[in-house]
């Protein structure tokens, strides 16, 4: 029971997040003049398809990880090669196919896959927090776990954190955001109605930061927001969650961090689960967080991915003329390459972090 839970959470969770993706392929290719042959949810044996007045294939597939879109005059569905009939196509049809689009219409289409991730995120986030309100945990120290980090700085129970690396604390949520990009911690908690400061060097075991303090169960409902003031807050922590990757992400290819940290999908399958058991809000929060993370991940410049399209695009507009399409060719098939290595790596990780979970 516990395991299909877990199933059907990362499911519903990658579904969303993909189709919303996609959709914003799909709905900029159409604002755009292009046209769109096929709209896939999921790969392999077609389930069910319906083609829609413009003549696009919307079908679900039975492999429901993942989905694409496939453009008039592309040859696969990642657009990092075109059709070999190019050359055979008329004016009009060369109108409607995406290689043939300027500049600024690919650049569009290919951008509007992550923005719709993020308008995601921050819809979500707008919605929870107009109807919800600012509910926050307290950043009080509600237990502190024996021989861990914390009891050794000298941090007690009932420590509210004010401050972290002259950062101010104002919920529990703050202190997990800190120590996911920081080391060394410079702490100053309110204790009997006396200032105190704590100094610690954050550990890391099998890739996560443990500080070693529980929170409280109570949360304080700090106030209500207008839609406006919903709106804010979410494009600030949507903002956050983005500097916060960047970070992380620096630090691990810098070596400053393991790529313990990385997870794959069982990783995702793992917390999307957590988050379902944690409630309606908790797995809203995990979708938001989720949809970010898949925006960034594509922006990212590397080949196959969205990213690596919009960089393709840069140098064309430098140099006004696209890459040569051997140059093209090795690069994707590089960035596929280093999308296995990674899709093996944090299988591992999330492999070695379950099974060590399943052991406690």
Not at 320 to 344: D, H, Q
């Amino acid at each position: 029971m516990i395991t299909c839970m877990y199933f059907f959470s990362f499911l519903f969770v990658l579904s969303v997040v993909v189709i919303v993706h996609e959709y914003g392929h799909f709905k900029a290719a159409r604002l755009c003049g292009v046209r769109v042959l096929e709209f896939s949810m999921g790969f392999g044996k077609i389930l069910w398809s319906k083609r829609d007045k413009y003549g696009t294939e919307i079908k679900v597939c039975c492999i429901p990880f993942g989905g694409y879109v496939r453009m008039f005059g592309d040859a696969d569905p990642t657009s990092s090669k075109e059709d070999q009939n190019l050359e055979n196509l008329s004016e009009e049809e060369k109108k409607e196919a995406f290689p043939f689009q300027k500049l600024w219409k690919r650049a569009v289409i290919v951008f509007a896959g992550p923005l719709m991730n993020y308008i995601l995120g921050i819809v979500l986030l707008t919605g929870l927090f107009r109807f919800c309100g600012m509910l926050e945990v307290p950043p009080v120290i509600s237990a502190v776990q024996p021989a861990s980090v914390a009891e050794k700085s000298g941090l007690k129970v009932d420590d509210r954190f004010l401050q972290i690396n002259d950062i101010p604390v104002n919920s529990f949520s703050d202190i997990q955001r800190i120590i996911l990009v920081e080391d060394d911690l410079n702490i100053l908690v309110l204790r009997n109605g006396e200032n105190v400061n704590i100094k610690a060097h954050l550990e890391r075991k099998k890739g996560e930061a443990v500080l070693g303090i529980q929170a409280t169960l109570e949360r304080e409902h700090v106030r209500d927001l207008n839609l406006w003031e919903a709106f804010k807050l979410a494009l600030n922590d949507v903002w956050d969650l983005t500097v916060d990757t960047t970070k992380v992400l620096s630090k691990i290819c810098s070596g400053k961090r393991s790529t313990k940290e990385l997870r794959g999908p069982l990783g995702i399958a793992e917390a999307s689960g957590d988050a379902a058991k944690g409630g309606m809000i908790s797995l809203i929060s995990f979708i938001v967080q989720v949809s970010v993370g898949i925006g960034f991940l594509n922006l990212l410049p590397i080949p196959v991915l969205d990213g690596g399209h919009l960089f393709f695009y840069f140098i064309e507009l430098i140099f006004r003329k696209p890459p040569n399409e051997v140059i093209k060719n090795i690069a994707a098939n590089v960035g596929l390459f280093l999308l296995l290595l990674l899709l093996i790596l944090t299988s591992w990780n999330d492999i070695v972090r379950m099974f060590a979970r399943f052991m406690e």
